[in-house]
């Protein structure tokens, strides 16, 4: 099966600029995630979507941050207006719908934003 | 969400044995112990999964004792292209928490 599929691979902004990247989950999987990657870090959760509905983005700084997830199934990205400290690897990734079971994230290669 | 913590860096020689231990005292009842790992420019790739005694797949096998207040990943036979970083994580449900990770260096 296809994999989780991210543009752009690399984007450069100058701070304050905005920016957004794209997501497409696999096929049939119903929950999606974006996680932010700073170097040398391991990733953070920003936001969880089930279908089209927000699961949780208590991590997601709102003042800049926005994302949605039209019709379920792709999903974007937005900072705007980019910080330095933006700077990262912005990591989708997707998992089958889960209850009580322990569902695998399968995740794309990411973004990676510079911000100048 | 159960804190984790595991080694920052380890070498190895290709053809060994690499054990990485986590430990995760605070534990839930119901967090499962997942292991994830990430090439450079790419993202974390899903390892194994295991809830208590031992657990293997074709790739690695994972041991966690009775208290599960700590877990080993166990990598048979290493090569090269093992060298990546391995992520402990104690979850429930679809919430993953990822800590510094553990990063691999195998050696020729």
């Known amino acids: 099966e296809a994999g989780v599929a991210q543009s752009p691979r690399y984007k450069i902004i100058e701070k304050r600029q905005s920016v957004a990247f794209w997501c497409n989950p696999i096929?049939?999987?119903?929950?999606l995630y974006w996680y932010q990657q700073i170097l040398g870090q391991g990733p953070k959760l920003l936001i969880q979507?089930?279908?089209?509905?927000?699961?949780?983005d208590s991590q997601l700084p709102k003042d800049r941050f926005s994302a949605e997830r039209l019709k379920g199934v792709d999903s974007t990205l937005k900072i705007q207006p980019a910080k330095l400290e933006d700077s990262a690897v912005y990591l989708c990734?997707?998992?089958?719908?889960?209850?009580?079971?322990?569902?695998?994230?399968?995740f794309g290669p990411g973004t990676r934003l510079l911000v100048l | 969400l159960a804190k984790t913590t595991q080694p920052i860096s380890m070498d190895s020689y290709e053809g060994q044995e690499v054990n990485i231990t986590c430990s995760h005292n605070?534990?839930?009842?119901?967090?499962?112990i997942t292991w994830y790992q990430q090439f450079p420019s790419q993202g974390p790739r899903f390892i194994i999964q295991?809830?208590?005694t031992k657990v293997t797949n074709e790739v690695a096998s994972l041991f966690i004792p009775a208290d599960r207040k700590s877990s080993t990943l166990s990598l048979p036979r290493v090569s090269l292209s093992d060298t990546a970083v391995y992520y402990c994580?104690?979850?429930?449900?679809?919430?993953?928490?990822f800590g510094g990770g553990t990063r691999l260096m195998v050696k020729p």
């Open positions: 295991g809830y208590k």
């Open positions: 605070n534990i839930a009842t119901n967090d499962y």
């Open positions: 990734a997707s998992s089958r719908p889960g209850g009580h079971e322990q569902e695998t994230q399968y």
């Open positions: 979507f089930q279908n089209n509905g927000v699961v949780d």
């Open positions: 994580l104690a979850n429930a449900g679809n919430m993953l928490t």
């Open positions: 096929s049939g999987h119903a929950t």
